[in-house]
């Protein structure tokens, strides 16, 4: 049986909260628009950054608290390989936390906590947990993008053509047979 990946739990709305490139989503203007729901993007946001980074490192799970939403009702989903949980109504998601991390601890399996939540990193923290603040988690994925960046301005101004894509030798062998 294969091992399982390290388990990678992200609180939420502490993330959300707690990082510029997510709070700067929330929506707080009149309710109006869409389904006036103010974390919507936020969330979405968070999830995409989340399955980018875990890919085939992770299995990653969101957990959020479900008492203040607006639709308390939302399902437990898996979207590009993430597990959303949102809390039920009545339970925190740091209960909802503290039950992944002390399933994945009974398992033997590698946790990784993602929470600027000094109360349930002192709850949950120990081996084979491993707690990293929300803000190294945000100013990851905001390396990642500053790479990507820089990355596809190098390849905008890269020239495309057959011959800029031919190694010397290549060059030499083809303008040998055109009579360059």
Do not use: C, W
């Not at 399982?4 to 109006?32: F, S």
């Amino acid at each position: 049986m294969a091992k399982a990946l390290p388990l990678l739990v992200v609180d939420g709305y502490n993330v959300i909260h707690a990082t510029p490139r997510y709070e700067q989503l929330v929506d707080d203007g009149p309710r109006g628009r869409g389904d006036g729901d103010p974390f919507d993007r936020a969330r979405e946001a968070l999830l995409a950054d989340v399955a980018a980074a875990a890919l085939h490192r992770f299995e990653p799970v969101i957990v959020f608290d479900g008492a203040g939403n607006l639709s308390p009702d939302r399902p437990n989903l898996t979207r590009g390989g993430v597990k959303t949980i949102f809390s039920a109504t009545g339970e925190s998601a740091d209960t909802v936390i503290e039950r992944l991390v002390s399933e994945a601890r009974r398992q033997e399996r590698e946790v990784t906590l993602v929470t600027s939540d000094t109360t349930i990193r002192a709850t949950v923290g120990g081996l084979p947990i491993t707690a990293v603040s929300s803000a190294f988690l945000a100013s990851t994925f905001e390396t990642i993008d500053h790479e990507l960046d820089v990355a596809r301005e190098e390849r905008s101004h890269a020239r495309m053509t057959i011959e800029d894509r031919l190694s010397p030798e290549q060059r030499a062998k083809l303008n040998k047979m055109l009579g360059r």
